[in-house]
């Protein structure tokens, strides 16, 4: 199995030396990301109506109140683009880190790259909920088995972005194969810095977000070398669809 401590090393070093700053890119992927969701509680009435079951002493501010007359088909609307969107700011933020760990200069704007390619991104997240989901029917263990198996889809699509979703997801099943329970514990490792960062209301999250990130990308491409599975190009140039 690897070892968490050096890769954590190694993460922390190619944080502290990238030509954007690491914590300012999570800072402005956490506050858009953030933003969306609170938009998305707001048009929902979920906020409110909290408000109203927990503490039915207090009035309810009228802009929350009047967050129950948006017509249901606006608000079903906001939540499916919040989501798609996170998805793609997402996938922006792990290019962010695979071109950092090359020594890449990627800017700000890299964030809003998954765009180029966003329906193959989007379709992959939406195949990977619903194997989880039929897996989970089975019971949770089979679920989180399941996503730890499907962890580097993503990667291997932002790789190369000429793979199919199946393809990048039949990848990873072959990559995470004898490694999904060293990954369960590399995740459980960060288990008391997720705690601390509940603790500072959320402002630690700017600092553990590309940690965990970083120290993620550095376990998948030391498991492919570990694999020979160099098939999937190095690149050393963003991939074209992301330009």
């Known amino acids: 199995m690897l070892d968490r401590v050096q890769l954590k090393q190694e993460a922390k070093a190619i944080l502290r030396g990238a030509a954007v700053s690491p914590w300012l890119f999570a800072l402005l992927y956490l506050l858009i990301t ?10 929902s009435g979920t906020m409110a109506e909290y408000l109203r079951v927990y503490y039915p002493q207090l009035p309810v501010p009228d802009l929350l109140a009047r967050s129950a007359d948006i017509p249901p088909a606006v608000s079903t609307f906001i939540s499916v683009a919040v989501m798609l969107l996170g998805v793609v700011l997402h996938a922006g933020f792990a290019l962010y880190h695979l071109g ?6 990627m800017p700000y704007s890299t964030l809003f790259s998954g765009v180029a390619v966003a329906g193959r991104v989007i ?5 990977e909920a619903s194997l989880i989901l039929l897996w989970s029917l089975l019971f949770i263990v089979p679920g989180i088995v399941a996503a730890y198996r499907y962890r580097f889809a993503l990667y291997n ?5 000429s793979l199919r979703v199946w393809d990048a997801i039949a990848l990873s099943k072959e ?3 004898g ?12 288990l008391g810095w997720a705690v601390l960062s509940v603790f500072t ?12 990130e970083q120290t993620g ?7 492919r070398r570990i694999k020979g599975m160099e098939r999937v190009p190095e690149q050393t140039d963003p991939p074209a669809g992301f330009r």
């Open 157 to 161: 699509l932002l790789e190369d972005p």
């Open 217 to 223: 990308v550095g376990y998948y491409l030391a498991v």
């Open 100 to 105: 950092i760990r090359r020594g890449r200069p």
């Open 175 to 177: 990559q995470t194969y």
């Open 201 to 212: 209301f959320g402002v630690l999250s700017v600092w553990l977000t590309p940690y965990m």
């Open 179 to 190: 490694f999904k329970t060293d990954l369960f514990l590399l995740d459980l490792s960060f």
């Open 34 to 43: 953030k933003g969306m969701d609170y938009l998305d509680t707001f048009t």
């Open 123 to 127: 379709w992959l997240a939406v195949v």
